[in-house]
């Protein structure tokens, strides 16, 4: 499962509407933004890179303005790192994954309805909840909703609970699936609706939609035990870790 986890990241970023393949590496690029958290690379499993690939990996990022970023599953790799870390890459975070499959899953009962966006105001609404539900680190924008039904539309899924005023409760996404498995990210509820189990039900929905569409597995990452325990009762399990790397300066 770890180099299903990685052989999917890599094949994710080539599905960026720029990419750069240099020493091992992608560097998947979204020109509408900077943002390090679109804008990142990583290794293809097994890579042992030398430090001039490292160099050239730098460089992709320097000359279009953007921030060298890497996230990888370091067992993957286990070159990589330390080739990044002689040339100061710094740890970002190191975040633990969780996978589910068809026969782990467990769909929550109740009267909470996931349903598809199908309007331009449904885009914009998920976008807004969900920069409001991770405290403005992402924050919404025309070109954020865009990208949300560039995933609807191209084989991957967003899921969302309508507000009582028409707007978003709370969403998640689900990619295309690729290597047999599928990332669900971004999964955020606003301030007024948490504790009513939407996290839950779209986590829920987008696996079994994953699942649907030919997906063997589904896996995400946690934040904290919270996040971690809702991820359990819809049949989440532990499986690895992922490292997040970046040079500053």
């Not at 890599?10 to 679109?38: K, M, Q």
């Not at 890579?47 to 370091?74: H, Q």
């Not at 914009?124 to 954020?144: H, K, M, Q, R, V």
Request: hydrophobic share 40%.
């Amino acid at each position: 499962m770890h180099t299903d986890v990685q052989n999917f990241a890599v094949a994710n970023l080539l599905r960026r509407p720029a990419t750069v393949e240099v020493g091992g590496f992608v560097v998947g690029i979204d020109p509408t933004t900077t943002s390090p958290y679109v804008n990142y690379a990583t290794p293809l499993p097994g890579t042992e890179p030398t430090d001039r690939d490292v160099s050239a990996l730098i460089g992709a990022f320097r000359e279009r303005g953007l921030k060298p970023r890497l996230e990888f599953a370091p067992d993957t790799a286990p070159a990589v790192e330390p080739a990044l870390r002689r040339a100061g890459f710094a740890t970002e975070a190191v975040h633990e994954y969780m996978v589910c499959t068809p026969a782990t899953l467990a769909v929550p009962t109740g009267s909470i309805e996931v349903v598809a966006p199908d309007a331009d105001e449904d885009y914009t609404a998920i976008d807004a909840a969900l920069s409001e539900a991770f405290g403005g680190e992402f924050p919404a924008s025309p070109e954020g909703a865009a990208r949300l039904r560039r995933t609807q539309e191209s084989g991957g899924a967003v899921r969302f609970v309508r507000a009582a005023d028409g707007g978003c409760a709370g969403a998640a996404v689900c990619s295309a699936p690729a290597h047999g498995t599928a990332e669900l990210a971004g999964v955020g509820t606003r301030s007024a609706y948490r504790g009513l189990g939407i996290a839950a039900a779209v986590t829920a929905a987008l696996a079994d939609t994953a699942f649907a569409g030919g997906a063997s597995s589904v896996w995400l990452e946690y934040s904290g035990d919270g996040s971690r325990r809702v991820y359990e009762r819809v049949g989440f399990q532990p499986r690895g870790t992922r490292l997040y790397l970046t040079l500053e300066g």
